[in-house]
């Protein structure tokens, strides 16, 4: 088996929320057929789908979420807000890094994560 791995995200309007995370990302979302694709370096591609009407998705709270490592946490929470995500949880500091839980335009978890170059000690 030769299998690739991939995302794929429900979504009631998936040209709508790939281009949030593409304008989010810095990078250009493209159609294939009905669904769109934004290819995102390691860690594969996350494909955005309309469900079916005969077999609907609902949205769910879940745990797994995306999570976005950047640079700058401050930036990547305004860019997120500015584009029309929501804060769940503010900005904090972990020992691997500062990180913040948002939701997509859609409500879906987001984890913005600035890792640390070097992991806290614990004291």
Do not use: H
């Not at 429900?10 to 810095?26: C, D, G, I, K, R």
């Not at 493209?30 to 494909?47: K, N």
């Not at 900005?91 to 335009?105: H, K, Y």
Request: aromatic fraction near 8%; proline fraction near 8%.
């Amino acid at each position: 088996m030769n299998a690739r791995p991939f995302w794929v995200l429900a979504s009631n309007n998936p040209a709508e929320l790939a281009q949030f995370y593409a304008a989010l990302v810095t990078k250009e979302a493209f159609s294939r057929g009905s669904t769109w694709v934004l290819q995102l370096e390691a860690a594969g591609d996350l494909v955005f789908y309309c469900p079916s009407k005969t077999r609907p998705q609902p949205a769910q709270p879940g745990r797994l979420a995306l999570c976005l490592q950047v640079l700058q946490l401050e930036a990547a929470i305004s860019k997120a807000l500015a584009l029309g995500g929501q804060c769940l949880e503010p900005a904090r500091q972990e020992n691997f890094g500062r990180e913040a839980w948002l939701s997509d335009p859609e409500g879906n978890r987001l984890l913005l994560l600035e890792p640390l170059l070097e992991p806290l000690k614990e004291l």
